[in-house]
């Protein structure tokens, strides 16, 4: 069974970078067809996607993030990791890493790992 | 991009009884592409349904998905104690990819 854990500050300060790290377990991260993604929710507001990488290391980006997002991946220790630039406080969001199959622009998200809540706050 | 809006906010039932939670997009989806998630507190989202219409594997058939276009709905058909959750839907036809803002599933 796959398995996704999330890894990383709780707290960042603004205008630091949050960085979170995704590790994947019962499976490799170099399959083919699939995407290793982040999305966030802020509290008491909807998900947000924020983007998507496969282990070659092409990416896909939410065009509202995207000049501050990086995504990158270690297939070597089989994990992704995420760098999110200048924080502010609606950066605030439980972030959570996936696993998605199919063609980038329009993949399906079918594994999720249990989120990790991150607070910007000086 | 899509915006989706679910209704209602908050559903109120008892076990045994049917469920029924609309999703509707502010433009088609393209190809249908439209999944539902089931969210726990502290837990990690769960793919009920996928393609409007196609159970995940392993989600038991009391969960049902419908619709096209603009309008999905999901349908659970005799609620379980387990089933008492949030339910969003997300759009992932075309980018960004975005999500309804969820229905609260609560026990009468």
């Known amino acids: 069974q796959l398995q996704l854990q999330e890894s990383g500050p709780g707290l960042v300060k603004p205008p630091e970078t949050l960085s979170l790290t995704c590790t994947v377990s019962?499976?490799?991260?170099?399959?083919?067809?699939?995407?290793w993604g982040w999305f966030r929710q802020p509290p008491g507001k909807e998900l947000e996607w924020i983007g998507i990488?496969?282990?070659?290391?092409?990416?896909y980006y939410n065009p509202s993030l995207k000049s501050r997002v990086t995504l990158s991946v270690d297939t070597s220790e089989n994990q992704f990791s995420l760098k999110l630039s200048l924080v502010t406080a609606a950066d605030t969001a439980v972030y959570y890493c996936?696993?998605?199959?199919?063609?980038?622009?329009?993949?399906?998200?079918?594994?999720w790992g249990q989120g990790t809540l991150v607070t910007v706050s000086s | 991009e899509i915006v989706l809006t679910q209704s209602p906010g908050t559903l109120s039932l008892s076990p045994g009884e049917r469920a029924t939670l609309s999703c509707r997009a502010s433009?088609?989806?393209?190809?249908?592409?439209l999944a539902w998630y089931q969210q726990k507190p502290g837990q990690a989202p769960r793919l009920l349904i996928s393609?409007?219409?196609s159970r995940a594997t392993g989600i038991p058939d009391r969960f049902s998905g419908s619709g096209s276009g603009t309008d999905f709905t999901l349908t659970i058909s005799r609620l379980e104690p387990e089933d008492f959750a949030v339910y969003c839907c997300?759009?992932?036809?075309?980018?960004?990819?975005?999500f309804g803002q969820g229905t609260k599933l609560e026990i009468k």
């Open positions: 019962g499976g490799s991260i170099s399959t083919g067809n699939y995407w």
């Open positions: 990488i496969d282990y070659n290391g092409r990416t």
């Open positions: 433009q088609s989806v393209n190809r249908n592409y």
């Open positions: 996936t696993k998605a199959v199919g063609v980038p622009d329009s993949s399906l998200t079918d594994y």
């Open positions: 393609g409007a219409s």
């Open positions: 997300q759009q992932y036809g075309s980018s960004p990819y975005t």
